[in-house]
């Protein structure tokens, strides 16, 4: 049986440029490490021994024990020509077991192996690490202010704070301002929870206990609190939104698990994927292969238990692609019943129809729509594979949504709206250019 060498638990470049090298390998090239029943054989001893050893529940080990070596003694896995072949099939079959999306076994190139088991300065691998990570910007995508001062952020990895800390406190200040947050977890795998608890301390006045972690090797728990410290205001009375996917997991999970049980957030998407173990990978250097072994498991204070193979329930179950228009217009919503300004009132209801245009789409008749063509003074609607555009000179044309049978929006600009006045005989009349400050303007028909 091969001795494993366990990676470091931050060994974030490292873990990825295995799986990397996996996904690569499993398309063809570069050429895979073959098996016969003896390297067979021994990479399920190995792989067994990492579990029985650290896998958060001995008896589900037990029983993934047993189930992989029954398969292997009954010649499962006899037909299967490489490493990566077979990891894909014990992971298949160990997760039938255990259910446990964190839990794998990966194909380990030889290159990667070398450059994972060479002796090198734990700082140097660090600094490279951080350095990869910052070049990536630590997977922060984008943060803006949506319409109705609706703040939105999006990225995609819980890098470690101490790394990744100065940009979520930048991101967090400048949203200090929204009436409302969405955050975006709906292609975030993941992390440390050192940031979430960094951004968690943002949204909540007092310390609170978020999660912890169960380790089964020490039998021991670690719990993670707020920050007694965040760098600029903290946020905790403005209305929290976050949207989720299946692919929304692990960390993502809990930062999405802990606003939800703290009731401090609606969640808005789809169920995610349900993984709340945290996991160290086992290299098994001379078999080229790899197990990612969850170690402990997470408890909740208030639920007392976790998402584990369930995921986290959605508060307003929608597909995760219309989850932002959703969970925008529901911000907005909420902020206009408790609006008592007028012009605000305005505005916030000029946002929500827009974007409840985009969740309905309205459909009207092409040869409605061809009615519609003709000159209104300096304005022109013409009529284009089926679709009205609008122009008025020297702007560029652009092409008119419709809202409803006779109201019209722009995808390039969201302060104009263009309605068609028809009259009595069902005729366009004249058009009325509406603005998002209340404005509006008329110009009659001046020709067909």
């Known amino acids: 049986m091969s001795v494993p060498k366990a990676l470091r638990a931050a060994g974030a470049t490292a873990a990825l440029a295995l799986c990397a090298a996996t996904a690569v390998a499993q398309v063809g090239a570069p050429p895979q490490v073959p098996t016969d029943a003896a390297k067979r054989a021994e990479i399920v001893d190995s792989v067994c021994a990492a579990l029985n050893k650290t896998y958060v529940f001995p008896?589900?080990?037990?029983?993934?024990?047993?189930?992989?070596?029954?398969?292997?003694?009954?010649?499962?896995?006899?037909?299967?020509?490489?490493?990566?072949?077979?990891?894909?099939?014990?992971?298949?079959?160990?997760?039938?077991i255990s259910h446990d999306r964190h839990l794998g076994v990966v194909y380990a190139p030889p290159d990667i192996v070398a450059r994972m088991s060479a002796e090198r300065d734990e700082d140097e691998i660090e600094r490279e690490e951080r350095e990869a990570a910052a070049r990536a910007n630590?997977?922060?995508k984008r943060v803006e202010i949506l319409q109705g001062n609706v703040g939105y952020l999006r990225f995609d990895q819980f890098a470690p704070a101490e790394w990744a800390g100065p940009t979520a406190v930048a991101a967090m200040n400048f949203l200090a301002n929204a009436d409302a947050i969405i955050f975006d977890m709906r292609y975030n795998g993941g992390g440390s929870p050192s940031l979430i608890q960094l951004i968690t301390t943002y949204l909540l006045e007092e310390?609170?206990?978020?999660n912890s972690f169960y380790i089964r090797e020490t039998d021991s728990t670690r719990q993670f609190w707020t920050l007694t410290h965040v760098p600029g205001p903290r946020m905790p009375d403005v209305p929290v939104y976050v949207l989720t996917s299946r692919n929304t997991f692990s960390g993502a999970e809990e930062f999405t698990y802990n606003l939800k049980n703290l009731e401090r957030g609606t969640i808005v998407?789809?169920?995610?994927?349900?993984g709340a173990h945290p996991t160290a990978t086992v290299l098994f250097e001379h078999l080229n292969a790899a197990a990612r072994v969850p170690y402990g498991r997470a408890v909740n204070p208030i639920s007392g238990t976790n998402w584990e193979g369930v995921g986290v329930i959605p508060d307003v179950p929608v597909p995760s692609?219309?989850?932002?228009?959703?969970?925008?217009?529901?911000?907005?919503t909420e902020l206009r019943e408790a609006e008592t300004d007028a012009r605000r009132q305005f505005g916030l209801d000029w946002s929500i129809a827009g974007l409840e245009a985009q969740l309905n789409p309205a459909t009207v008749d092409p040869a409605v729509l061809a009615?519609?063509?003709?000159?209104?003074?300096?304005?022109?609607?013409?009529?284009?594979?089926?679709?009205?555009?609008?122009?008025?000179a020297p702007n560029p044309p652009m092409a008119a949504v419709p809202m409803s049978a006779t109201l019209f929006r722009f995808e390039e600009i969201d302060y104009f709206r263009l309605e068609v006045v028809l009259d009595a005989s069902g005729q366009p009349s004249k058009l009325v250019g509406h603005y998002d400050d209340g404005r509006t303007d008329e110009s009659p028909r001046s020709g067909g």
């Open 59 to 96: 008896d589900v080990a037990r029983q993934m024990d047993e189930f992989v070596r029954a398969q292997l003694a009954d010649g499962a896995y006899d037909e299967l020509p490489t490493v990566a072949d077979l990891a894909q099939a014990l992971t298949r079959d160990l997760r039938s």
């Open 138 to 140: 630590y997977l922060f």
């Open 207 to 210: 310390p609170t206990h978020l």
């Open 269 to 274: 998407g789809d169920t995610t994927g349900g």
């Open 321 to 332: 692609e219309r989850a932002l228009e959703t969970a925008h217009v529901m911000a907005l």
């Open 371 to 392: 009615s519609y063509a003709g000159t209104y003074g300096p304005r022109t609607l013409t009529f284009q594979d089926g679709q009205l555009v609008y122009q008025r």
